[in-house]
Structure formats: structure tokens, C-alpha cells
């Protein structure tokens, strides 16, 4: 039979896939293979998310800490103004108050790089 007498569906003798010597998957389904190790390798295993993602978490704790620092400061000023005001008793609860709320978010700030977590989560899990 001749190549222009073929039908174009027909299956051909011509494999475009080369075979590896001695084996019998072809070279793309084995760079295929590789590829999906590689991928499987740089994965951590925590719902597909790749291990660069520790740097976005690192911000995330930074911008948290930040947070968390200056929160309970705001807070304990605002109260101790507050107190003071309505006691009449000027600088005495917001000095108090302000140095509770520093001891409170370096304490929160040293949780969070310490890995202590309050919501039963630890970095060494």
C-alpha cells in the first residue's frame, strides 16, 4: 500500500515517540515523570502549597507581631487617659497603664517568635 493511498485516521507504522534503549516508556512520558518529582519535592505537603510560601508567612508573622505590639499599648493609654481624666489624677494611671500595655505586647511579640501560640498551634508542629 502506498503512503498517499493511506487513510489519514489509520494508526501508522511511524512512531514519533522515540523509545529509550531498553526501556519501554518514551522520553516524554519520562521527562513527564521527572517533572512531577521535581514538583512533589519542592511541595511541603500541606495542601500543594510550595516552601516558598515560608517567606510570605514570615511576613505574616512580622506584620502580626507589629500588630500585636502596638495594639495593647494604644489600648492601655487610651484607658489609662480615661481613668486619669475622670479620677482627676493626671499622668498617674496612664504611666500605669502604658507600662502594662508594653509589658503585655513584648510579651505577646515574644509567644509569636518563640512559636508559643495561644491557638494550640506551634511552629514545631
Known amino acids: ?8 485516521k489509520a494508526p501508522s507504522n511511524d512512531n514519533p515517540v522515540k523509545e ?8 516524554n512520558l519520562k521527562t513527564l515523570e521527572d ?3 521535581d514538583f512533589q519535592k519542592t511541595t511541603d505537603g ?13 511576613i505574616s508573622d512580622g506584620m502580626r507581631a507589629g500588630a500585636e505590639l502596638i ?10 487617659y480615661h481613668i486619669d481624666t475622670w479620677l482627676g489624677t493626671k499622668p ?5 497603664f502604658l507600662l502594662l500595655g508594653m509589658g503585655s505586647g513584648f510579651f505577646n511579640v515574644y509567644k ?13 508542629d
Open 1 to 8: 500500500m502506498n503512503k498517499d493511498n493511506q487513510d489519514p
Open 35 to 37: 517533572k512531577i518529582k
Open 71 to 80: 495594639v495593647p499599648i494604644l489600648v492601655a493609654g487610651f484607658i489609662g
Open 20 to 27: 529509550a534503549s531498553g526501556s519501554k516508556q518514551p522520553d
Open 46 to 58: 500541606k495542601k500543594g502549597r510550595n516552601a516558598d510560601d515560608s517567606e510570605s508567612n514570615n
Open 112 to 124: 509569636i517568635t518563640q512559636g508559643i501560640d495561644n491557638r494550640g498551634k506551634s511552629d514545631k
Open 92 to 96: 498617674l494611671f496612664l504611666i500605669i
